[in-house]
């Protein structure tokens, strides 16, 4: 069973900038693929990137694409969501999300639906 715990949400103004890590515990942490994943107030929850297992392959949704970037380090059992450039549409509950997949199918999969173990997620929340 992995557990997976979200931090570094919070407020910021539109153009700021937030780093978001997913620390995980309980399992083999180089063995999964990561993804994240947001869910705004009154809409469905949506894909945002992921990361392979090694860290080598990203796959990002088109609306946080050069903006956002996914890392990882495996030594450490974090992953990390640095997210630049911010605008309010950004606002949202951020998950992270763990699978033994791989990368490529994960960012098929839209709103996260297969993954195996989520983290319970941390705002963000980002002021025009």
């Known amino acids: 069973q992995v557990q997976l715990v979200e931090s570094g949400g919070g407020l910021v103004q539109a153009g700021g900038s937030l780093r978001l890590s997913c620390a995980a515990s309980?399992?083999?942490?180089?063995?999964?693929?990561m993804g994240w994943f947001r869910q705004a107030p009154g809409k469905e929850r949506e894909f945002v990137g992921t990361i392979s297992q090694s860290g080598a392959i990203t796959y990002y949704a088109d609306d946080v694409k050069g903006r956002f970037t996914i890392s990882r380090d495996n030594a450490e059992n974090t992953v990390y969501l640095q997210m630049n450039s911010l605008k309010p549409e950004d606002t949202a509950v951020y998950y992270c999300?763990?699978?033994?997949?791989?990368?490529?199918?994960?960012?098929?999969?839209?709103?996260?639906?297969?993954?195996?173990?989520w983290g319970k997620g941390t705002l963000v929340t980002v002021s025009s």
């Open positions: 309980g399992g083999t942490f180089s063995m999964y693929t």
């Open positions: 999300a763990a699978d033994r997949t791989s990368a490529a199918v994960v960012a098929r999969r839209r709103g996260g639906n297969g993954m195996d173990y």
